[in-house]
T-cell receptor, first 114, second 122 residues
């Protein structure tokens, strides 16, 4: 069973709309969650991390964490064609000898059309 | 800083040949991660090192795969013998582990990924 689940999409939204990306996880002990963006043919790059319940905002991006329901989401406001990419959700292992280890979801392909 | 450096960027080899992928992490980082990415399985962690010591190699698929980190600035991932199913993009990433505490525990900070090596085994 995959520990981090994402809807692979593709998710298509018009320019200027809000894109909502969701992720569920199974490791209840996990403290930290990350959203990476990966353009086609490129390597992943971190755009947000969150470890407290609630919302965390950074520019057009908002990460939301609900530990009781074990889900993490990423909202992209005023979506731009340049946001078109695959978005990877990752959770960090909950301590022990594997701290620092990230488990990634399959990724959601986002397409923002003009 | 030049970021994480990987070589080669592309590798095409025949089944049965030995393949060696190389990685230079960001200077000052103490952790190094090897990932493999395919369409079917996504991004999978193969092995990671902390202070040059392998911490978790549970993702290494089988004995054909081996990884070393002889010093803080260099790591290799070797596949011997290679098989067509090893075809994938292999990423190396580095981070500064244990330097940032989140929610009261040790945690990794951002993992910086290299450009990847696209391996094709025919």
């Amino acid at each position: 069973q995959k520990e981090v689940e994402q809807n692979s999409g593709p998710l298509s939204v018009p320019e200027g709309a809000i894109a909502s990306l969701n992720c569920t996880y199974s490791d209840r002990g996990s403290q930290s969650f990350f959203w990476y963006r990966q353009y086609s043919g490129k390597s992943p790059e971190l755009i947000m991390f969150i470890y407290s319940n609630g919302d965390k905002e950074d520019g057009r991006f908002t990460a939301q964490l609900n530990k009781a329901s074990q889900y993490v989401s990423l909202l992209i406001r005023d979506s731009q064609p340049s946001d078109s990419a695959t978005y990877l959700c990752a959770q960090e292992s909950a301590g022990g000898t594997s701290y620092g280890k990230l488990t990634f979801g399959q990724g959601t392909i986002l397409t923002v059309h003009p | 800083d030049a970021g994480v450096i990987q070589s080669p960027r592309h590798e095409v080899t025949e089944m049965g040949q030995e393949v060696t992928l190389r990685c230079k992490p960001i200077s000052g980082h103490n952790s190094l991660f090897w990932y493999r990415q395919t369409m079917m399985r996504g991004l999978e962690l193969l092995i990671y090192f902390n202070n040059n010591v392998p911490i978790d190699d549970s993702g290494m698929p089988e004995d054909r795969f081996s990884a070393k980190m002889p010093n803080a600035s260099f790591s290799t991932l070797k596949i011997q013998p290679s098989e067509p199913r090893d075809s994938a993009v292999y990423f190396c990433a580095s981070s500064l582990l244990g330097q940032v505490t989140l929610a009261g525990g040790l945690s990794s900070y951002e993992q910086y990924f290299g450009p990847g090596t696209r391996l094709t085994v025919t």
